[in-house]
């Protein structure tokens, strides 16, 4: 039986060789990529794409990562080509959130991820002396008002993001653990610091260890949430 897309409007005398309708099958349906010069979509909007990570800079670090009257910050910024805002703080003697940024990159890490890398690094070199009579702090120990372990690293990632980094069975996580060396936790939601306030939905990364171990777990992880 004819479908209703191949019957003509006016029915023509028989014998009347009717002219063949070039229909593309419903499975074959042209795809956009086939206007564009066999360049897939996929890969237009990974160019096009904003590669975001938003870590949390502890109150007395604050000062050290943006440098006098914000150069270290902007050489930051100069190096790697990423965008890079610090948020408000949202009370007295809080952390900050800095939130950096750029374009998806095809080719290796993105500027957005080395500059992580840059901010992380002064995060965690001590070279301005820490506390005092100790010696420095053992990693583990309980350092400042907001309680954060010496030698980590915080990142506040979106809930949708945390199920895949922590993956089936907590699997991905693990994985993280084992190839670093770092330990890795993703908070629970009621331990969201204050400058995370107005993003309820968020969770954060932690990430803590020997300063190199941290710094890789901190590419891979990099790495994974731009996937």
């Given at each position: 039986?004819?479908?209703?897309?191949e019957?003509?409007?006016?029915?023509s005398?028989?014998?009347?060789?009717?002219?063949?309708l070039?229909v593309?099958?419903?499975?074959a349906?042209?795809r956009?990529?086939?206007?564009?010069?066999?360049?897939?979509?996929?890969?237009k909007?990974?160019?096009?794409?904003d590669?975001?990570?938003?870590i949390?800079v502890?109150?007395?670090k604050?000062g050290?990562?943006?440098?006098?009257?914000g150069h270290?910050?902007?050489k930051?910024?100069?190096?790697?080509?990423?965008?890079i805002k610090?948020?408000d703080?949202?009370?007295?003697?809080e952390?900050?959130?800095?939130?950096?940024?750029?374009?998806?990159?095809?080719?290796?890490?993105?500027d957005a991820?080395?500059a992580?890398q840059r901010?992380?690094e002064?995060?965690?070199?001590e070279?301005?002396?820490?506390g005092?009579g100790g010696?420095?702090?053992?990693i583990g120990?309980?350092v400042n008002?907001?309680?954060?372990?010496?030698?980590t690293?915080r990142?506040?990632?979106a809930?949708s993001?945390?199920?895949s980094l922590?993956g089936?069975?907590?699997?991905?996580?693990?994985?993280?653990?084992?190839s670093?060396g770092?330990?890795i936790?993703?908070?629970?939601?009621n331990?969201?610091?204050l400058?995370?306030?107005?993003?309820?939905?968020?969770?954060?990364?932690?990430i803590s260890?020997?300063?190199p171990?941290?710094?890789?777990?901190?590419e891979e992880?990099?790495?994974?949430l731009?996937?």
């Amino acid at each position: 039986m004819a479908q209703p897309w191949e019957l003509p409007l006016n029915p023509s005398p028989p014998g009347t060789e009717l002219p063949k309708l070039n229909v593309l099958p419903m499975t074959a349906k042209r795809r956009r990529d086939d206007f564009e010069g066999g360049e897939t979509s996929a890969a237009k909007r990974q160019a096009r794409a904003d590669v975001i990570f938003r870590i949390v800079v502890p109150s007395g670090k604050i000062g050290k990562v943006i440098g006098k009257q914000g150069h270290r910050i902007q050489k930051i910024r100069e190096d790697t080509k990423a965008t890079i805002k610090i948020a408000d703080a949202v009370a007295r003697h809080e952390e900050r959130v800095i939130i950096i940024s750029s374009k998806e990159s095809e080719n290796g890490a993105t500027d957005a991820e080395n500059a992580l890398q840059r901010i992380a690094e002064l995060i965690l070199n001590e070279d301005d002396g820490g506390g005092g009579g100790g010696g420095g702090v053992e990693i583990g120990k309980l350092v400042n008002a907001g309680h954060v372990a010496a030698n980590t690293i915080r990142l506040l990632i979106a809930g949708s993001q945390a199920g895949s980094l922590i993956g089936m069975s907590g699997q991905n996580i693990v994985k993280l653990r084992n190839s670093s060396g770092a330990m890795i936790t993703v908070l629970a939601p009621n331990q969201l610091p204050l400058c995370a306030s107005a993003y309820e939905s968020d969770r954060v990364v932690q990430i803590s260890g020997d300063v190199p171990v941290v710094l890789k777990a901190l590419e891979e992880i990099g790495c994974q949430l731009r996937f």
